[in-house]
């Protein structure tokens, strides 16, 4: 059966001036208020989970000592904000700050607990000279109907060592908060990860993308706000040895299945509506095989007739 979650992004500029009078407990109310008014969107579109940007709750103008000052504050404040807020709405929040000594993603589920904590595993140097501490390995964790979520942040999606644990790991959904874009990396982790790509960019263009590249729902100049129904009872397959066999299973199942080609990859993603099997169900059922199956095949074939031939 179609297993569904609602996600939102929220990607807008916050408030990176503060003007007001260099108090601590002003900033600090400046901050909720203005996270008050952008998750609203979230609460608005009924989503299960919303994804903030990195560094989600920092000022970029404070004079130093004031932002040193405002900075050991809020991380003890913020988190608590954002922790409350999921639970007084029901909606599960990525969050995404440095802590401590941490630049990190925080899962805050419907109940507000802590789900799980991530730390950024490739901190930017210069965020290492001022006292970050970096994480040391992916991570997996579950919430609403994700089984396997992971993250990234920022500079981590340049690091292939972090892309390939999650593709030991099976992640199906990563959540990427950043301030950097990271352009056509986000395509090629969500592809080699087999994962939907979500992702939060500071003042940039923000996407919920499925693992075969196809855009569910962008920001834009426009709208800082997104959201799309991700159904994870999916999988992708390569049109080889699958594509005859498409019409007897829309023949069948009619919308229940949808079949979506994005072109020029060879792979598709075929997603399951039926109430009363699952993906898997109709894998089996029409002998489908899957990608990474067929891949594999391909490699064991090639090894096995190269041995053939020594």
């Known amino acids: 059966m179609a297993r569904k979650v609602k996600i939102s992004v929220l990607s807008g500029h916050r408030p990176n001036q503060y003007n007001g009078e260099m108090k601590v407990d002003l900033a600090i109310k400046a901050m909720k208020d ?8 979230a609460v608005n579109e009924k989503s299960d989970v919303v994804l903030l940007p990195e560094a989600c709750d920092r000022f970029l103008d404070l004079e130093p000592s ?25 909606i599960t929040i990525v969050y995404s ?14 109940d507000g607990n802590t789900v799980s904590t991530y730390d950024k595993v490739f901190p930017m140097i210069e965020e290492i000279n001022v006292g970050i501490i970096p994480g040391t390995d992916a991570i997996i964790s579950s919430f ?32 990427f908060s950043s301030m950097f874009h990271g352009g ?5 982790w969500a592809y080699s990860t087999r994962s939907f790509f979500v992702s939060s960019i500071f003042g940039k263009q923000s996407r919920i993308m499925a693992p075969n590249g196809s855009i ?8 800082t706000h997104c959201s799309a129904v991700v159904n994870l009872d ?8 699958n594509n005859n066999k498409l019409p007897a299973i829309k023949k069948k199942y009619g919308d229940k299945i949808i079949v979506d080609d994005t072109g020029y990859l060879g792979s598709i993603m075929i997603y399951n509506e039926l109430e009363d099997r699952t993906i898997n169900d109709i894998v089996k059922e029409f002998k489908l095989e899957l990608l990474d199956d067929y891949f594999n095949r391909s490699r064991d074939y090639i090894s096995n007739f190269l041995k053939s031939i020594d």
């Open 34 to 41: 203005y996270w008050t008014n952008e998750l609203q969107q």
């Open 144 to 175: 609403n109907n994700i089984k396997k979520a992971g993250f990234a942040i920022c500079f981590d999606l340049n690091f292939d060592e972090l892309r390939q644990q999650y593709i030991d790991l099976g992640s199906e959904v990563i959540f």
């Open 184 to 188: 056509f990396q986000q395509e090629l």
């Open 97 to 110: 700050g440095k802590l401590e000594k941490t630049n990190s993603s925080v899962v805050f589920d419907q």
């Open 66 to 90: 004031f932002a040193k000052e405002f900075h050991e504050t809020k991380i003890h404040i913020m988190p608590e904000f954002f922790a409350k807020y999921a639970k007084e709405h029901k």
């Open 234 to 241: 999916s999988v992708l397959v390569h049109l080889d040895h």
């Open 216 to 223: 569910l729902a962008s920001t834009s100049n426009y709208n």
